[in-house]
């Protein structure tokens, strides 16, 4: 998957130089060395492009970073997460690089991973935005960042905590100019993915100078209208999910599911769009788009993806097994390498004490 995980380890590798460049594995290389994806290369290809730190990306990046690779695209370094990340064989994907000092680390956003997200949907509980009491589904963190006896520290399930560092290191900041078409959309953008990223791209366009702003509808708000066991990601981490997006230049938390008179003129909003997905009439009945369409600013776009949140889900469902099986086998293959590097860890404290 592409979340906020991924664009917040991209925030942080783009500080540390000035030209970020991106490797995307193919659907190939995943399915080898990780396990099925959920979406598609040519999805991730256009998913990271659009995250607002990344200057360029490769497609079909190899999976072992080499100095070969970093040379051929006049790379200095790369930079990974401080988890860890193996071959098919176990192997450091970045031994080569590492060995030469021409890695850098950042740190693992908590809180979430492919892994947890997949988790999430296998599980589809509505308990999966509170404090989980499944032993299972529960990581505890010490100084080390180990995760409870028997789980990997780094894709077991954990719960995001927001702050309001995180939100000002991800908001653009930027206040709306003279000239700018100030768009206001709202939804629940939930596992943010590809339709709504090109929904927000065809959003983009609709001005010269467009300025997004995009209401996300609280956790319950979303459940009312969407039903089911939805939202899977919470308000938290959705907010960080469309703050990445560079078409997007401000957020507002817990938007009211009508955009009424008072949010109109607050924001100034000269144009309201929304796609072709149905529009849930409110809790009283009445249409939540009443007012932009009798100012006439609303504007229904059709940005050719139909591809919604639901489908994801079931993209998960349908290979259940194989998607529970690659969760296994990374959890098991990422213990053992936690185990060795703390009993190293433990070796050196000892030898140290020692002395």
């Not at 180990?146 to 939100?167: A, C, D, R």
Request: aromatic share 10%; glycine share 8%; charged share 30%.
């Amino acid at each position: 998957m592409v979340h906020y995980g991924h664009s917040n380890q991209l925030r942080q590798a783009k500080a540390m130089g000035d030209y970020l460049v991106v490797g995307v594995h193919t659907d190939g290389e995943i399915v080898k060395h990780k396990g099925p994806p959920v979406f598609t290369q040519e999805e991730r290809y256009k998913m990271v492009r659009a995250i607002k730190w990344v200057d360029e990306i490769v497609e079909g990046a190899p999976y072992v970073t080499t100095l070969e690779t970093l040379d051929k695209y006049n790379c200095d370094f790369c930079v990974h997460g401080d988890d860890i990340t193996l071959t098919v064989d176990g192997k450091d994907t970045y031994e080569e690089v590492k060995r030469a000092d021409r890695y850098r680390e950042c740190r693992r956003t908590q809180g979430v991973s492919t892994t947890d997200l997949v988790g999430r949907m296998l599980l589809m509980t509505k308990a999966h935005h509170a404090n989980m009491d499944n032993k299972e589904y529960k990581q505890h963190t010490d100084n080390f960042g180990k995760g409870p006896k028997g789980h990997s520290p780094w894709t077991g399930v954990s719960q995001f905590l927001q702050t309001s560092q995180k939100i000002i290191q991800f908001a653009s900041g930027k206040e709306p100019q003279p000239g700018d078409t100030i768009i206001y959309v709202a939804g629940a953008f939930d596992l943010f993915h590809i339709g709504h990223l090109d929904f927000l791209e065809t959003v983009f366009k609709q001005a010269e100078r467009p300025y997004i702003i995009v209401g996300l509808h609280f956790d319950q708000e979303v459940n009312r209208y969407k039903g089911k066991n939805y939202p899977i990601m919470n308000i938290h981490e959705r907010t960080l999910s469309v703050l990445a997006c560079r078409y997007v230049s401000e957020v507002v938390i817990g938007a009211p599911y009508a955009v009424g008179k008072d949010l109109l003129d607050h924001f100034k909003v000269d144009l309201v769009c929304h796609g072709k997905t149905e529009v849930f009439p409110d809790k009283d009945g009445s249409d939540p788009y009443a007012e932009p369409r009798k100012r006439g600013i609303f504007r229904i776009l059709d940005s050719e993806n139909g591809l919604t949140t639901d489908d994801i889900v079931q993209r998960i469902i349908a290979h259940r097994l194989q998607f529970e099986e690659r969760n296994q086998k990374k959890e098991a293959k990422e213990l053992a390498v936690f185990e060795a590097l703390k009993h190293k860890s433990d070796g050196e404290k000892s030898e140290a004490a020692a002395q």
